[in-house]
């Protein structure tokens, strides 16, 4: 495995914006991402859009100097325990770096950043046509604590 390292993105950083719409591109153009790549009017607008929204970091995966990975991820809130919380909105690694434990890694230093925030969970949603993701998840302890299936439903406006 190679020496792989994590931290925080910086988003005035210029290479780590490319990065993030890199690695974001890399999962759009496979079946569960969609089949294609983010169009430029969209992709521009990633990372200042996520500058301008409290709360948002990107936890990225590191081998050397090579960004491989990334967890995008916004702070929120949790009525039911009147705590901040983490969502991670997307996971990904790049092909050539899947089934060397970067996923986990990558999980654990969000759920790090998480707990020094004061958070009391993190969440995360995962496609039924991304099975492999679905067993990293479980492996690592994601699932359904409270006994409660859920699913994330969504209505675009």
């Given at each position: 495995?190679?020496q792989?390292?994590?931290?925080?993105?910086?988003?005035?950083?210029?290479a780590?914006a490319?990065?993030i719409?890199d690695?974001?591109?890399?999962?759009a153009?496979?079946?569960?991402?969609?089949?294609?790549?983010l169009p430029?009017?969209?992709?521009?607008?990633?990372?200042?859009?996520?500058?301008?929204?409290?709360?948002?970091?990107?936890?990225f995966a590191w081998?050397g100097?090579v960004p491989?990975g990334?967890?995008?991820?916004?702070?929120g809130?949790?009525?039911?325990?009147a705590k901040p919380?983490?969502?991670?909105?997307?996971l990904?690694?790049l092909?050539a770096?899947?089934?060397?434990?970067?996923?986990?890694m990558?999980?654990?230093a969000v759920?790090?950043?998480?707990?020094?925030?004061?958070?009391?969970?993190?969440t995360?949603?995962?496609?039924?046509?991304?099975?492999q993701?679905?067993k990293?998840y479980?492996?690592?302890g994601?699932g359904?604590?409270?006994g409660f299936?859920?699913?994330?439903?969504d209505?675009?406006?």
């Amino acid at each position: 495995m190679p020496q792989i390292t994590t931290s925080i993105a910086n988003f005035d950083d210029p290479a780590h914006a490319q990065a993030i719409v890199d690695i974001i591109n890399s999962y759009a153009i496979e079946p569960h991402g969609g089949e294609r790549v983010l169009p430029e009017e969209i992709s521009s607008k990633i990372v200042p859009g996520m500058k301008a929204t409290p709360g948002a970091f990107t936890m990225f995966a590191w081998d050397g100097e090579v960004p491989v990975g990334a967890a995008i991820c916004f702070q929120g809130f949790t009525t039911f325990a009147a705590k901040p919380l983490v969502n991670i909105h997307d996971l990904a690694v790049l092909p050539a770096y899947r089934g060397q434990g970067i996923g986990t890694m990558l999980l654990e230093a969000v759920e790090t950043h998480a707990k020094s925030l004061g958070c009391c969970k993190v969440t995360l949603e995962v496609r039924k046509a991304n099975p492999q993701a679905e067993k990293l998840y479980l492996r690592v302890g994601y699932g359904d604590p409270d006994g409660f299936e859920t699913r994330f439903l969504d209505k675009k406006l």
